[in-house]
């Protein structure tokens, strides 16, 4: 018999990239990752490990059609920020239009094409869309600027009432928050020192508000994989432990052998560098998060790990932490 085939949309990214490793590792499954730069570092790498490393463009559904074709399982994911970030895209909204509404309609759109393209694909048996939360929708218009979660979410709305015979066959995953978001996002959680050696974390987020802490190019390939291996219709949010703010630094302070604490976000904080629009997507989804719930509480349609009735053999958060270089904060 011989191995199905998952198609890879954004192979070389984080989430993609978790996606292919978890997958080859699996006889049954051959890998086909899409990617707009097939000679690049990152292509390349992928060739070297097994990977059918094919073109394709979420801008072009045609080219996506062709991508897919032969596919059994597709994942999907698109990027906002990287798509904000290029400078390329700074000239292209209409006159009036502010970036972040372009980018807004333009990963939308994106969305769009990969579910118009899997629809085309008569012998596929699972589609696993990457979404998050539709905030505007849950908060019941109270935020309306968290740009990035509302163009994945729109996405699924529409895939819904306009591909229904593909929608039997989908489920979402909706990755939690990254715990690289400790390393790498000053803007979310800052980590200081002050002059009695106590480690300072500040967050505008509650620190008793529970978050699905996830390492995403650790566990985003087990979740797809369950999701393949389950029925559809799933809207999964996806972590390794349910934990708050105060509890992570109590895992933190032990592993690296510190005291710390939660501290109010300062008021002074340097935004130099951030755009206004991720500053505003910041405090607004810190504050959706607080007032309901990072997966939308309010959704009955999320589903949680422990609904797969699979085992997962995912690592904790204290694992995580110590496998990091924290070395430019100690």
């Not at 959680?189 to 974390?201: A, F, M, P, R, S």
């Not at 620190?207 to 797809?224: C, H, N, Q, R």
């Not at 349910?242 to 592993?255: D, Q």
Request: glycine share 6%.
């Amino acid at each position: 018999m011989s191995p199905k085939l998952i198609v890879v949309v954004g192979a070389t990214g984080t989430q993609g990239g978790s996606v292919v490793d978890t997958f080859l590792k699996d006889p049954e499954w051959k890998v086909r990752g899409l990617t707009r730069n097939t000679s690049s570092a990152s292509a390349e790498k992928l060739r070297t490990r097994g990977v059918e490393v094919v073109s394709a463009n979420l801008g072009d559904p045609s080219s996506l059609v062709a991508a897919f074709a032969g596919a059994d399982a597709i994942f999907s994911v698109t990027d906002f920020w990287g798509a904000f970030l290029d400078p390329a895209n700074s000239s292209k909204p209409a006159p009036g239009q502010a970036l972040v509404e372009w980018v807004y309609e333009y990963e939308l759109q994106q969305g769009k094409n990969v579910l118009d393209a899997a629809s085309q694909i008569p012998d596929l048996q699972r589609l696993v869309f990457s979404s998050l939360a539709h905030v505007s929708k849950w908060s019941r218009g109270k935020y309306t600027h968290v740009y990035h979660y509302d163009s994945k979410a729109m996405a699924v709305e529409y895939g819904r009432a306009a591909h229904p015979e593909l929608w039997k066959k989908t489920s979402i995953i909706q990755l939690g928050y990254y715990l690289t978001n400790f390393l790498r996002m000053p803007q979310l959680v800052q980590i200081t020192k002050d002059k009695e050696g106590v480690y300072n974390l500040a967050s505008r987020l509650n620190p008793k508000t529970k978050l699905p802490m996830i390492a995403t190019d650790e566990d985003t390939g087990l979740f797809v994989k369950a999701l393949v291996d389950t029925e559809p219709g799933k809207n999964l949010i996806t972590y390794r432990e349910w934990m708050s703010l105060e509890e992570f630094i109590k895992v933190w302070s032990k592993v690296l052998g510190v005291k710390a604490k939660n501290v109010p976000f300062p008021d002074d904080f340097a935004w130099e560098g951030t755009p206004i629009e991720l500053k505003r997507a910041i405090i607004e989804i810190l504050a959706f998060c607080d007032e309901f719930g990072y997966q939308a509480r309010d959704d009955p349609s999320v589903n949680h790990p422990k609904d797969l009735g699979i085992e997962l053999k995912l690592g904790t958060v204290e694992e995580w932490i110590k496998k990091q270089d924290w070395s430019r904060f100690l």
